[in-house]
Nanobody, 117 residues
Framework: QVQLMESGGGLVQAGGSLRLSCAASGNTFSINLMGWYRQAPGKQRELVATISSGGSTNYADSVKGRFTISRDGAKNTVSLQMNSLKPEDTAVYYC???????????WGRGTQVTVST
């Protein structure tokens, strides 16, 4: 099992910045992909950004150029720097990791990000 602990959510004005962090613990051997998803009220959970063990990144079009994902493999942490935040970025953000041969997925409990106008 992998346990994920997220931190860094909160309330920010439009145009502001927040940094989310996620620390993985437990059976962290062979973590392949780490990333962030988000779910706004009434909407489906969507991918925000992912980063592979080799450092390759993938971003949703809606956050490209504003968000940056990074990873510390030694500490098993993944972070999401969010700049130029918009009200439509308001959502619960979930940390996600995939590990092992079959890419078993694990989820954090989520952290609320609210962007006010």
């Amino acid at each position: 099992q992998v346990q994920l602990m997220e931190s860094g959510g909160g309330l920010v004005q439009a145009g502001g910045s927040l940094r989310l962090s996620c620390a993985a613990s437990g059976n962290t051997f062979s973590i392949n992909l780490m990333g962030w998803y988000r779910q706004a009220p009434g909407k489906q959970r969507e991918l925000v950004a992912t980063i592979s063990s080799g450092g390759s990144t993938n971003y949703a079009d809606s956050v490209k150029g504003r968000f940056t994902i990074s990873r510390d493999g030694a500490k098993n942490t993944v972070s999401l720097q969010m700049n130029s935040l918009k009200p439509e970025d308001t959502a619960v953000y979930y940390c996600n990791v995939k590990r092992g041969l079959y890419d078993l997925a694990y989820w954090g409990r989520g952290t609320q990000v609210t962007v006010s106008t």
